[in-house]
Structures are given as structure tokens and as C-alpha cells.
């Protein structure tokens, strides 16, 4: 089991509800998006701007071919993403 950050769990109601629904239905709710989501006293805006940009505004990737090298560094990883 990963060492998760106390910090990115959910803290509110219908954050609970939102990532027991997405684990129910996916089986499993992934990390990048515990931080994408995290309402934290932590300023976590140029973290999400950066991966915004990167994973679907890059001009020069698809967003096939982003995906397909999230695929690759989750394998890399040996993570069930």
C-alpha cells in the first residue's frame, strides 16, 4: 500500500461521496487526482496548472499521445492507472 499524504485525504462530505463513487465504479481512485481534488490549506494551483498544460493543452501532443505516455509512466510505476 502506497504512504499517502494525511493532507490530500478528503475532508468534506461530498468529497467522500465523489471518491467512494469513482472507487466503486473504477475500483480505485488515483493519487494524481487526490491531488487535483484536495482541498488543502496548501496552494496547490500552480501544481494544477502545470499538469493542465502538460496533460491536455500541449500543443505538440495529442491527447491520444499523452495518454497513451501516462499509460507508460503508471506501467513504469507499477501503478494500476
Not at 9 to 35: C, H, L, N, W
Request: glycine residues 2%.
Amino acid at each position: 500500500m502506497a504512504n499517502r499524504l494525511k493532507i490530500l485525504e478528503p475532508k468534506s462530505i461530498k468529497e467522500r461521496v465523489m471518491y467512494a463513487a469513482f472507487e466503486q465504479a473504477f475500483g480505485f481512485f488515483p493519487d494524481v487526482m487526490r491531488t487535483m481534488f484536495a482541498s488543502t490549506q496548501l496552494d496547490l494551483s500552480p501544481y494544477r496548472n502545470v499538469m493542465a498544460t502538460f496533460h491536455r493543452r500541449s500543443p505538440s501532443w495529442s491527447k491520444g499521445e499523452t495518454e497513451l505516455f501516462a499509460s507508460f509512466v503508471s506501467a513504469q510505476n507499477h501503478c494500476n492507472f
